[in-house]
């Protein structure tokens, strides 16, 4: 009777785990093979789109004194000039604004704390962009970036082919400690082959919050309303709801430094899984409907969704490998394997390769710890969870890689 019951329970906690990676696994599945497929030729995603005349940067920032020169800086060598970079100055308490007006940029304050997180800075900078200032175009680009110098007029020719564009937006790693790399690695693995595999598949690419450029017309198809502590997923879910694909620009780069600290790592991390958690809550069903009723496009978004987070979904893969099932040790085999090849397909694409993989070495401490934050995955996934600033490291060259 006691063996049958722990086989039961034995079965219980398999079939549970199974469930919770699965779509996990599905997706970089499928996204890493995509990535590493030959590339096309740029397709035209919307047809008889006009050429770009005005296109307005918004930076949004929030004490942002340390990085805002030198973010301005990179933006005006690419742009041609600071004309048509506008910052956000959002409930800041330092001498953001000012930097900001002496590297020549145009400068609104918008103070209310009543107005917390990015996406009051987008939506404001969205207005002015369109309303005031006429432009075509507006790009998002956070104040602790530098970008490459072909960004803007690679922007602005990617804007004729589709509405939306999302830049190759990645974190800096060159010279990091271990950890640091790693974490470097995972944002390169999120950011650069997930939205690369994505676009091979002929998918939506997705929105990262950094480095993401859309027309004016767009905001009249779909109002900009995305305020949660994950406003970029928020808004993309928006944009795949009116039918809107997002096009990805492999080759203009945006970078910014990875968080100084454990604490501000955990910080954000928690931050993008709970507000991802939030989403799926109150957006899933509602996806789920639509790809039932006739929307295929939307099962990639679902999967996503769905997904554990990778160093979580690694946890899990080992519990079930020490399972005594057969069955379920086969699946957590083939799961680690799928998980391998993302990450040596990231390592892959990487400006430093050995250093990488030397750095993997350290993984499973890595993979505990994200096992650890699960009580702050749940907090931040709650209705009352708030946007925090994360400190990262400052970026003092543009990092890139071209082995592609």
């Known amino acids: ?3 049958e019951l722990t086989l039961t329970l034995v079965w219980v906690v398999g079939i549970t785990l199974v469930a919770l990676t699965a779509a996990l696994l599905l997706e970089l599945l499928l996204v890493s093979v995509a990535a590493i497929l030959p590339g096309r030729k740029p397709n035209q995603l919307e047809h008889n789109l006009p050429a770009i005349q005005s296109l307005t940067v918004i930076v949004p920032s929030h004490n942002e004194e340390s990085s805002i020169v030198r973010c301005i800086e990179s933006i005006a060598a690419s742009a041609g000039g600071t ?7 959002h409930n800041c308490d330092d001498n953001t604004q000012q930097f900001a007006l002496n590297a020549g940029a145009n400068v609104f304050v918008l103070d209310d704390p009543n107005l917390p997180g990015k996406g009051y800075a987008l939506a404001k900078g969205f207005d002015l962009a369109f309303r005031e200032y006429g432009a075509d175009a507006a790009m998002i680009l956070d104040a602790d970036s530098t970008i490459s110098l072909d960004l803007i007029p690679k922007v602005r020719e990617s ?7 999302q830049c ?3 974190a800096t790693s060159i010279g990091m400690p271990s950890r640091a790399r790693l974490r470097a690695l995972a944002f390169r693995c999120m950011n650069v082959i997930r939205p690369r595999g994505r676009k091979r598949l002929g998918l939506s690419c997705g929105i990262f919050g950094n480095g993401f450029a859309l027309r004016a017309e767009v905001l009249g198809r779909v109002r900009y309303t995305a305020v949660s502590i994950v406003e970029d997923l928020e808004f993309h879910l928006s944009l795949l709801n009116a ?6 620009i492999e080759d203009a780069v945006v970078s910014a430094g990875v968080p100084q600290t454990s604490t501000g790592e955990r910080t954000q991390s928690a931050r993008w899984e709970g507000g991802r958690l939030r989403i799926l809550m109150s957006r899933g069903p509602s996806l789920f409907r639509q790809f039932l009723s006739g929307r295929p496009s939307l099962i990639e978004p679902i999967i996503d969704l769905m997904g554990a987070p990778i160093g979580i979904g690694v946890c899990f893969l080992f519990i079930l490998l020490v399972l005594p099932v057969t069955i379920l040790r086969l699946y957590a085999v083939c799961g680690f394997a799928i998980v391998a090849l993302h990450v040596l397909v990231g390592v892959y694409q990487g400006p430093d390769r050995k250093a990488d993989l030397i750095a993997l070495v350290s993984s499973p401490f890595y993979v505990l710890s994200k096992l650890a934050m699960l009580p702050a995955i749940f907090r931040a996934g709650g209705r009352r969870a708030n946007w925090v600033r994360t400190s990262r490291a400052t970026v003092p060259q543009q990092e890139r890689s071209d082995k592609r």
């Open 83 to 89: 004309e048509n970079i506008l910052v956000i100055a």
């Open 168 to 170: 190759h937006y990645q």
């Open 243 to 248: 039918g809107i694909r997002t096009d990805f």
């Open 159 to 165: 804007l004729s082919r589709a509405s939306v564009v």
């Open 1 to 3: 009777m006691i063996h």
